[in-house]
Protein backbone atom coordinates (compact mmCIF):
# COMPACT_ATOMS: atom_id res chain seq x y z
CA UNK A 1 0.00 0.00 0.00
CA UNK A 2 1.76 3.06 -0.82
CA UNK A 3 1.78 6.28 1.47
CA UNK A 4 -0.54 7.93 -0.97
CA UNK A 5 -3.30 5.51 -0.23
CA UNK A 6 -2.66 5.50 3.05
CA UNK A 7 -3.14 8.89 3.78
CA UNK A 8 -6.41 8.65 1.63
CA UNK A 9 -7.69 5.60 4.34
CA UNK A 10 -6.41 7.86 7.28
CA UNK A 11 -8.85 10.69 5.84
CA UNK A 12 -11.73 8.82 4.99
CA UNK A 13 -11.77 6.75 8.31
CA UNK A 14 -11.34 9.69 10.39
CA UNK A 15 -13.44 12.24 8.87
CA UNK A 16 -16.41 11.80 11.23
CA UNK A 17 -14.45 12.23 14.47
CA UNK A 18 -12.02 14.65 13.29
CA UNK A 19 -13.46 16.73 11.08
CA UNK A 20 -10.96 19.48 11.69
CA UNK A 21 -7.98 17.54 11.40
CA UNK A 22 -5.22 18.58 8.32
CA UNK A 23 -4.39 15.05 6.18
CA UNK A 24 -0.36 15.15 6.23
CA UNK A 25 1.00 13.56 3.33
CA UNK A 26 3.15 10.24 4.42
CA UNK A 27 7.26 11.05 3.82
CA UNK A 28 8.03 8.84 0.91
CA UNK A 29 10.88 6.85 2.49
CA UNK A 30 11.06 3.66 3.86
CA UNK A 31 8.49 1.24 5.13
CA UNK A 32 9.78 1.65 8.74
CA UNK A 33 9.22 4.95 8.20
CA UNK A 34 5.24 4.38 7.26
CA UNK A 35 4.24 1.96 9.98
CA UNK A 36 5.91 4.73 12.75
CA UNK A 37 3.70 7.18 11.24
CA UNK A 38 0.79 5.01 11.05
CA UNK A 39 1.29 4.00 14.72
CA UNK A 40 1.65 7.49 15.65
CA UNK A 41 -1.67 8.51 14.01
CA UNK A 42 -3.12 5.57 15.75
CA UNK A 43 -2.11 6.55 19.03
CA UNK A 44 -3.97 9.83 18.42
CA UNK A 45 -7.08 8.58 17.91
CA UNK A 46 -9.41 5.62 19.23
CA UNK A 47 -11.92 2.93 18.34
CA UNK A 48 -12.13 1.15 15.25
CA UNK A 49 -10.04 4.17 13.25
CA UNK A 50 -6.93 3.49 15.84
CA UNK A 51 -7.43 -0.55 15.34
CA UNK A 52 -7.55 0.09 11.28
CA UNK A 53 -4.41 2.19 11.38
CA UNK A 54 -2.42 -0.37 13.83
CA UNK A 55 -4.28 -3.10 11.53
CA UNK A 56 -2.52 -1.25 8.72
CA UNK A 57 0.93 -0.65 9.80
CA UNK A 58 1.36 -4.52 11.00
CA UNK A 59 0.05 -5.35 7.25
CA UNK A 60 2.61 -2.79 5.44
CA UNK A 61 4.91 -4.02 7.96
CA UNK A 62 4.58 -7.80 6.71
CA UNK A 63 4.44 -6.95 3.43
CA UNK A 64 7.67 -5.28 3.66
CA UNK A 65 9.52 -8.19 5.65
CA UNK A 66 7.74 -10.51 3.08
CA UNK A 67 9.15 -8.19 -0.08
CA UNK A 68 12.83 -8.01 1.70
CA UNK A 69 12.66 -11.91 1.99
CA UNK A 70 11.66 -12.00 -1.01
CA UNK A 71 14.33 -9.81 -2.64
CA UNK A 72 16.79 -11.17 -0.87
CA UNK A 73 15.82 -14.83 -2.27
CA UNK A 74 15.86 -13.47 -5.90
CA UNK A 75 19.03 -12.27 -5.08
CA UNK A 76 20.35 -15.74 -3.77
CA UNK A 77 18.44 -17.47 -6.32
CA UNK A 78 20.54 -15.00 -8.98
CA UNK A 79 23.50 -15.19 -7.72
CA UNK A 80 22.69 -19.64 -7.33
CA UNK A 81 21.56 -19.10 -11.34
CA UNK A 82 25.00 -17.37 -11.86
CA UNK A 83 27.13 -19.85 -10.05
CA UNK A 84 25.51 -22.29 -12.08
CA UNK A 85 25.74 -21.13 -15.14
CA UNK A 86 29.09 -20.60 -14.73
CA UNK A 87 29.51 -24.14 -13.47
CA UNK A 88 27.61 -25.43 -16.94
CA UNK A 89 29.99 -23.50 -18.34
CA UNK A 90 33.10 -24.79 -16.97
CA UNK A 91 31.40 -28.28 -17.23
CA UNK A 92 30.94 -27.91 -20.82
CA UNK A 93 34.63 -26.50 -21.27
CA UNK A 94 36.01 -29.89 -19.19
CA UNK A 95 33.88 -32.31 -21.70
CA UNK A 96 35.07 -30.19 -24.54
CA UNK A 97 38.35 -30.50 -23.32
CA UNK A 98 38.18 -34.57 -22.69
CA UNK A 99 36.55 -34.90 -25.76
CA UNK A 100 39.00 -33.85 -27.52
CA UNK A 101 41.67 -36.40 -25.33
CA UNK A 102 39.69 -39.21 -26.17
CA UNK A 103 39.65 -38.46 -29.90
CA UNK A 104 43.42 -37.84 -29.57
CA UNK A 105 43.84 -41.20 -27.53
CA UNK A 106 42.12 -43.47 -30.04
CA UNK A 107 44.16 -42.01 -32.76
CA UNK A 108 47.02 -42.69 -30.99
CA UNK A 109 45.62 -45.81 -30.23
CA UNK A 110 44.82 -47.02 -33.62
CA UNK A 111 48.26 -45.63 -34.99
CA UNK A 112 50.01 -47.92 -32.28
CA UNK A 113 47.68 -50.62 -33.12
CA UNK A 114 48.23 -50.23 -37.04
CA UNK A 115 52.20 -50.56 -36.28
CA UNK A 116 51.48 -53.42 -34.11
CA UNK A 117 50.19 -55.19 -36.72
CA UNK A 118 53.06 -53.86 -39.49
CA UNK A 119 55.61 -55.25 -36.49
CA UNK A 120 53.94 -58.26 -36.49
CA UNK A 121 53.85 -58.81 -39.68
CA UNK A 122 57.34 -58.30 -39.98
CA UNK A 123 58.32 -60.63 -37.29
CA UNK A 124 56.09 -63.63 -39.16
CA UNK A 125 58.00 -62.75 -42.00
CA UNK A 126 61.59 -62.89 -40.55
CA UNK A 127 60.41 -65.96 -38.64
CA UNK A 128 59.43 -67.84 -41.70
CA UNK A 129 62.87 -67.07 -43.72
CA UNK A 130 64.55 -67.78 -40.33
CA UNK A 131 62.74 -71.33 -39.88
CA UNK A 132 63.50 -71.84 -43.93
CA UNK A 133 66.78 -71.08 -43.06
CA UNK A 134 67.01 -73.76 -40.15
CA UNK A 135 65.49 -76.04 -42.36
CA UNK A 136 67.95 -75.65 -45.13
CA UNK A 137 71.01 -75.71 -42.46
CA UNK A 138 69.58 -78.68 -41.17
CA UNK A 139 69.26 -80.64 -44.41
CA UNK A 140 72.76 -79.35 -45.36
CA UNK A 141 74.54 -80.80 -41.80
CA UNK A 142 72.60 -83.82 -42.95
CA UNK A 143 74.53 -83.79 -45.84
CA UNK A 144 77.94 -82.92 -44.55
CA UNK A 145 77.83 -85.63 -41.87
CA UNK A 146 76.37 -88.24 -44.52
CA UNK A 147 79.42 -87.44 -46.59
CA UNK A 148 81.62 -87.34 -43.28
CA UNK A 149 80.22 -90.95 -42.68
CA UNK A 150 81.23 -91.71 -46.07
CA UNK A 151 84.93 -90.24 -46.15
CA UNK A 152 85.50 -91.62 -42.86
CA UNK A 153 84.75 -95.42 -44.73
CA UNK A 154 86.83 -94.23 -47.16
CA UNK A 155 89.92 -93.53 -45.11
CA UNK A 156 89.40 -96.57 -43.14
CA UNK A 157 88.82 -98.46 -45.97
CA UNK A 158 92.29 -96.76 -47.76
CA UNK A 159 94.19 -97.61 -44.05
CA UNK A 160 93.03 -101.04 -44.23
CA UNK A 161 94.82 -101.40 -48.20
CA UNK A 162 97.80 -99.29 -47.13
CA UNK A 163 101.73 -101.28 -46.96
CA UNK A 164 104.29 -100.19 -45.20
CA UNK A 165 107.85 -99.79 -48.16
CA UNK A 166 110.65 -99.35 -46.63
CA UNK A 167 112.88 -96.06 -47.50
CA UNK A 168 115.36 -97.17 -49.82
CA UNK A 169 112.67 -98.85 -51.71
CA UNK A 170 111.23 -95.50 -52.21
CA UNK A 171 114.17 -93.82 -53.12
CA UNK A 172 115.52 -96.69 -55.60
CA UNK A 173 112.18 -96.53 -57.22
CA UNK A 174 112.53 -92.08 -57.21
CA UNK A 175 116.37 -92.77 -58.88
CA UNK A 176 114.14 -95.31 -61.53
CA UNK A 177 111.67 -92.50 -62.38
CA UNK A 178 114.19 -89.92 -62.71
CA UNK A 179 115.92 -92.63 -65.49
CA UNK A 180 112.79 -93.36 -67.36
CA UNK A 181 111.59 -89.68 -67.43
CA UNK A 182 115.07 -88.98 -69.03
CA UNK A 183 114.56 -91.63 -71.34
CA UNK A 184 111.22 -90.67 -72.39
CA UNK A 185 112.40 -86.86 -72.67
CA UNK A 186 115.18 -88.19 -75.25
CA UNK A 187 112.67 -90.13 -77.59
CA UNK A 188 110.36 -87.37 -77.45
CA UNK A 189 107.32 -89.17 -75.50
CA UNK A 190 105.84 -86.50 -73.68
CA UNK A 191 103.27 -87.90 -71.84
CA UNK A 192 105.19 -90.74 -70.77
CA UNK A 193 108.29 -88.40 -69.20
CA UNK A 194 104.63 -86.62 -67.33
CA UNK A 195 103.49 -89.88 -65.69
CA UNK A 196 107.60 -90.87 -64.79
CA UNK A 197 107.85 -87.30 -63.49
CA UNK A 198 104.48 -87.21 -61.70
CA UNK A 199 105.54 -90.84 -60.18
CA UNK A 200 108.31 -89.38 -58.72
CA UNK A 201 106.88 -86.47 -57.47
CA UNK A 202 104.72 -88.71 -55.56
CA UNK A 203 107.39 -90.49 -53.87
CA UNK A 204 109.14 -87.56 -53.29
CA UNK A 205 105.79 -86.32 -51.02
CA UNK A 206 105.89 -89.59 -49.48
CA UNK A 207 109.40 -89.29 -48.47
CA UNK A 208 108.74 -85.73 -46.73
CA UNK A 209 106.18 -87.23 -44.77
CA UNK A 210 108.05 -89.82 -43.66
CA UNK A 211 110.65 -87.49 -42.19
CA UNK A 212 108.11 -84.87 -40.20
CA UNK A 213 106.96 -88.39 -38.74
CA UNK A 214 110.43 -89.05 -37.55
CA UNK A 215 110.96 -85.82 -36.29
CA UNK A 216 107.64 -85.86 -34.50
Partial sequence: MSSVGTAAVITSGCKHHLMSATVVPLPPNSASETTGFLRRMASM?????G???????????????????????????????KRLAERHKAAELA???????????RTQLAEVTAAAAAERAT??????????????????????TTELDTLRASVDAFNETVVSVPIEALRLARTQFDYLSSGF????????????EIGGFAIDQALTTKKTADKA
Fill in 123 to 144: FDTERGKLLGLMQDAESHIGNL
Fill in 185 to 196: ARKGDVVSQAMS
Fill in 51 to 81: EMLLRAASLIESLSHRAMSAERLFHEQQEES
Fill in 95 to 105: SDAMISQIAAL
Fill in 45 to 49: VSGRN
